[in-house]
Structures are given as structure tokens and as C-alpha cells.
């Protein structure tokens, strides 16, 4: 049964850093892409960013491109998602979550981790 686990979120100042990591298990991730999406309270679950598993390409929303950087340590299943520069627009609780290649939707998500960025 896969398993995404979610940790590294907290609270953080304006202009500061977090980074995230998803743990991965229960299946080989070979062809799968990896993302992670957060939700803020009130708003719609958003694209952050994805990694595919076995090419590493990347793709990033456009409010994310320059502060965000997703990687994937192969050795450990794991995903991480270095966040820079963080704005208070930023708060929201952050997802992982993982697809097959070839399909369109996520089918596998983690709990999530709150962020907090204070102003």
C-alpha cells in the first residue's frame, strides 16, 4: 500500500526558508510523478510543483518558479520541497502526492503539513 508522509512544515517569518519532505513507500516510484500541492483556508487545493520520478524533470506553478525547488533523493524515497523567500500568501497546508506517468490525476496523497508564514 503506498504511503506519503508529509514533515517540515512550521512557522516561519516573512522572507524566510522551510523545507519539506515527502517519504515515499510501498511501491517502486519509477514511473510515477511526484508533486506537491498545498491549500489555503477558503481556497482551492493548487499546484505547486511535481518531479518525474525516473527522468527528474520538474515543472513548477508560476508563483512558485524562483523561490521553490522540488528534488527527489532516490537512495531514500523520498521528495523534498525547499521554499525560499516565503509571503504570508504562502500559508496553507502542503501536499505530496504521486501519479502514474501515464495518468492525469494524483490517486495518492499524504496527510499534509501545515505552513505558516507570518508577516
Known amino acids: 500500500q503506498v504511503q506519503l508522509v508529509e514533515s517540515g512544515g512550521g512557522l516561519v517569518q516573512a522572507g524566510g526558508s522551510l523545507r519539506l519532505s515527502c517519504a515515499a513507500s510501498?511501491?517502486?516510484?519509477?514511473?510515477?510523478?511526484m508533486g506537491w500541492f498545498r491549500q489555503a483556508p477558503g481556497k482551492e487545493r493548487q499546484f505547486v510543483a511535481s518531479v518525474d520520478w525516473s527522468s527528474q524533470a520538474t515543472a513548477y506553478a508560476e508563483y512558485a518558479k524562483g523561490r521553490f525547488t522540488i528534488s527527489r533523493e532516490n537512495a531514500e524515497n523520498m521528495v523534498s520541497l525547499e521554499m525560499n523567500s516565503l509571503k504570508p500568501e504562502d500559508t496553507a497546508v502542503y501536499y505530496c502526492?504521486?501519479?502514474?506517468?501515464?495518468?492525469?490525476?494524483?490517486?495518492?496523497w499524504g496527510q499534509g503539513t501545515q505552513v505558516t508564514v507570518s508577516s
Open positions: 502526492a504521486a501519479r502514474n506517468r501515464l495518468a492525469v490525476t494524483y490517486n495518492y
Open positions: 510501498g511501491r517502486t516510484f519509477n514511473n510515477y510523478v
